[in-house]
């Protein structure tokens, strides 16, 4: 039995070579308040990420959003590449597996090639919380953060994480 890594990146090799490498390039984090009352100081932690730079859908919350779709939410959808911190923004393009590895993958790809959904979520571990003063509210701002894992989501908490063709 092949391992399911293998066939997700022999799923991803395959596409590539028939002209389709199915790669989208996202802005992932920045230092704005997000919609959870957090600023992620982008000082991110990139090491042990690229040793496994999975991409799930929504976290590994697959819920009744697809429908009729047998899942593991967990099974990634899709690996990253080119992950990187450039003018204090996490960037990374994510290249999204094809359906015979996961069909929820393949939504998902479809979804981004006609535009449908153009938004990631990132998971993290910080090192460091306090709370500043930002126009007179105390927020939280979390540093030191070791990235986790991407996930391709309909509902960003970072509203600059988006596609970067949509930036």
Same mark, same amino acid.
């Given at each position: ?6 066939r997700l990146c022999a799923?991803?090799? +395959? ?11 996202? &802005?992932?984090?920045?230092?704005? /308040?997000?919609?959870? =009352?957090?600023? #992620? #100081?982008?000082?991110?932690? /990139? ?8 991409? *799930?859908?929504?976290? =590994?919350? $697959? ?16 690996? %990253? ?12 393009? /994510? ?8 069909? /929820?993958?393949? +939504? ?6 006609? =535009? &449908?959904?153009? %938004? &990631? @979520?990132? $998971?993290? @571990? ?6 500043? *003063?930002?126009?007179?509210?105390? #927020? *939280?701002? #979390?540093?030191?953060? +070791? *990235?986790?894992?991407?996930?391709? &989501? ?10 970067? @063709?949509?930036?």
């Open positions: 039995m092949i391992p399911a890594a293998l799923s991803i090799e +395959r596409a590539a070579a028939e002209g389709d490498d199915r790669r989208f390039s996202f &802005v992932c984090s920045t230092e704005t /308040l997000d919609r959870n =009352g957090r600023i #992620v #100081v982008q000082d991110w932690e /990139l090491d042990d990420f690229k040793k496994n730079p999975i991409v *799930l859908w929504n976290h =590994g919350e $697959g819920g009744s959003f697809w429908g009729d779709i047998e899942i593991d939410e967990y099974f990634p959808i899709g690996r %990253a590449e080119n992950v990187r911190v450039e003018k204090n923004t996490l960037l990374a393009d /994510l290249i999204i597996a094809t359906g015979d590895v996961n069909p /929820l993958a393949e +939504r998902v790809y479809q979804a981004l090639k006609q =535009g &449908v959904l153009n %938004a &990631v @979520s990132v $998971g993290w @571990s910080p090192r460091d919380r306090r709370y500043e *003063l930002h126009d007179d509210e105390e #927020v *939280l701002v #979390v540093s030191g953060n +070791r *990235l986790l894992e991407i996930s391709v &989501v309909p509902f960003p908490a970072n509203p600059e994480a988006v596609r970067a @063709s949509f930036c």
